[in-house]
């Protein structure tokens, strides 16, 4: 049963979905795994890549404090081609990250789609009378489209950030753990901040989708009966309402673009007070000879790998909203049964 769209409507099912999302997660995952020596594949090349932004600052610090210092010229050469060899290790292991983990998600849509596409044709005549073709259109082309770029863009730079936070953490706490513990105050703000604009963005987002399905429905509904419309004079009025349905979808991504784009900057600010932080905290460090220079300098370096991770963890989780809220509708539709079902143990009927 369709209902027209409006904001007890939304509201409502903004709850029931919330309450979904996890179940949504978990199908994902589990139409992962006849892909999962992609998924294999790409973890190993995160690994790499979160190694080596780890032990980049390391190689900085260590440079100031034990070689620019004795004037060892060999030992600077050496250690900045170690510098180079452990960024180009990180950079080819993001770029296979991305190859292998878009491997298995377009696998995995190739399969949506295919599913989506034969539950339509399995459903019963009274559903599809029920239901407006652009509505369901939505689902199987732009549904699955925001799930393409989940799964193209999103999904590699969030597993990616995850594992070079790892490989940092582990760094700064082995090299020095106060000044460890100094960059990690930072995140219950950034917790807060995070899960607040999570929720903003994943309203905004299930609007959106929302906001397309009916353009999409009463697109195909007017293009279909334009002809009746102009034998009875009703294309002025079906003008005013698509430009009234457009107008919300319009209003719905400003909306949704607009939580995006403040997230960004707050995160800049957080990053900046983290490192006067650790920069004062380092420097007392310094002056009462508990640290060396090279180690505040490796620190740091080590802010700003911490926060670009985090920031791209917490901004590419922003977007995955809409992907999450996509999957909702689609497994929504996989999840309709048709009205006639074979019995158990039924036979196949022979050719006619």
Sequence with gaps: MMHAPGRRTFDADT????RHSGRVVWQLLRQLRPYLKYVLAALGMVLISG??????????????????????????????????AVYLA?????????????????????????????????????????????????????????????????LTQMIGAVFALLGIVVAMMALNWRLG????????????????????????????????????????????????????????????????????NRDANVNANAVTSAFAPTMDVLSTLDMALVAAVGGSLALAGQVSVGVVVSFIQYVQNFFRPLQTVAQMWTLAQSAFAAAERVYDLLAVQPALLDQPGAKEAPRF
């Design 15 to 18: 709850k029931e979905q919330a």
């Design 90 to 154: 990180g950079m080819l292991g993001t770029r296979f990250q991305i190859y292998f983990i878009s491997r298995a998600g377009q696998n995995l849509l190739a399969d949506l789609r295919s599913q989506v596409f034969q539950r339509i044709e399995s459903l019963s005549l009274q559903y599809l009378e029920s239901s407006q073709a652009g509505m369901l259109m939505s689902r199987l082309v732009n549904d699955i489209d925001a799930l393409n770029s989940f799964f193209s863009q999103s």
């Design 181 to 248: 513990l100094t960059v990690m105050a930072m995140l219950p703000v950034l917790w807060i901040v995070t899960n607040v604009f999570s929720r903003w963005a994943r309203r905004a987002f299930r609007k959106t989708r929302e906001t397309i399905g009916d353009v999409s429905a009463d697109l195909e509904e007017e293009l279909g009966g334009v002809k009746v419309a102009q034998a009875f004079n009703r294309t002025e009025m079906n003008v005013r309402r698509f430009a009234e349905r457009n107008a919300a």
């Design 51 to 84: 190694a080596s932004q780890g032990l980049g600052p390391w190689l900085i610090g260590r440079a100031i404090d034990e070689v620019i210092g004795s004037g060892d010229r060999s030992a600077l050469a050496l250690t900045m081609g170690g510098l180079a």
